[in-house]
T-cell receptor, first 117, second 115 residues
Framework: AQKITQTQPGMFVQEKEAVTLDCTYD???????LFWYKQPSSGEMIFLIYQGSYDQQNATEGRYSLNFQKARKSANLVISASQLGDSAMYFC??????????????FGKGTKLTVNP | SAVISQKPSRDICQRGTSLTIQCQVDSQVTMMFWYRQQPGQSLTLIATANQGSEATYESGFVIDKFPISRPNLTFSTLTVSNMSPEDSSIYLC????????????FGSGTRLTVV
């Protein structure tokens, strides 16, 4: 079974509008971390936001926020006030276990976001 | 956060040859990770490299095909051996040095085309 599921291969949004990118995850480990990365066409991976499984509040970083619904095992990324430069691939990823244990990230298939002027 | 210099940024190679990719980090890190991203696909972990020990390979990846060196805490190389067109991918190195609650830092990637 996939550990990270991103069901939206592509999304379109108008400039200045908000957009939500979906991510669901599967783990039996009570301790885990969820990450969102942006990959422009240049190929680099840019870290956007992190949510820990024990965090009580949803994470926010500037225009990025994470809608974390633990019971539903979802960690959707919300981008507010979209900009043309937000056009890119977006990957959701998970790290399981505690620090010093399993360190690797497992990635979803990604969502290609296109921001229209 | 750490800064990673990854080289080369891109290369076109003949099948049957090998390419070595280098990653240099500007700080000491315990673990380095190597990922492969095939065209239009997500990232898949190849192996985890700790300094002074053999790399740990993920299922489907073997040392003979992807030998890794980790001579010190700031440097690692990944070699793609006996290349075929199926090896055409972006290869990325990554480190986790900022602490548990922060994202991994990635190198800028090596875009490999095998002809």
């Amino acid at each position: 079974a996939q550990k990270i599921t991103q069901t939206q291969p592509g999304m379109f949004v108008q400039e200045k509008e908000a957009v939500t990118l979906d991510c669901t995850y599967d783990t039996s480990d009570p301790s885990y971390g969820l990450f969102w990365y942006k990959q422009p066409s240049s190929g680099e991976m840019i870290f956007l936001i992190y949510q820990g499984s024990y965090d009580q509040q949803n994470a926010t970083e500037g225009r990025y926020s994470l809608n974390f619904q633990k019971a539903r095992k979802s960690a959707n990324l919300v981008i507010s006030a979209s900009q043309l430069g937000d056009s890119a691939m977006y990957f959701c990823a998970m790290r399981e276990g505690t620090q010093g244990g399993s360190e690797k990230l497992v990635f979803g298939k990604g969502t290609k976001l296109t921001v229209n002027p | 956060s750490a800064v990673i210099s990854q080289k080369p940024s891109r290369d076109i190679c003949q099948r049957g040859t090998s390419l070595t990719i280098q990653c240099q980090v500007d700080s000491q890190v315990t673990m380095m990770f190597w990922y492969r991203q095939q065209p239009g696909q997500s990232l898949t972990l190849i192996a985890t490299a700790n300094q002074g020990s053999e790399a740990t390979y993920e299922s489907g990846f073997v040392i003979d095909k992807f030998p890794i060196s980790r001579p010190n805490l700031t440097f690692s190389t990944l070699t793609v051996s006996n290349m075929s067109p199926e090896d055409s991918s972006i290869y990325l190195c990554s480190v986790d040095e900022a602490g548990w609650n922060y994202g991994y830092t990635f190198g800028s990637g090596t875009r490999l085309t095998v002809v």
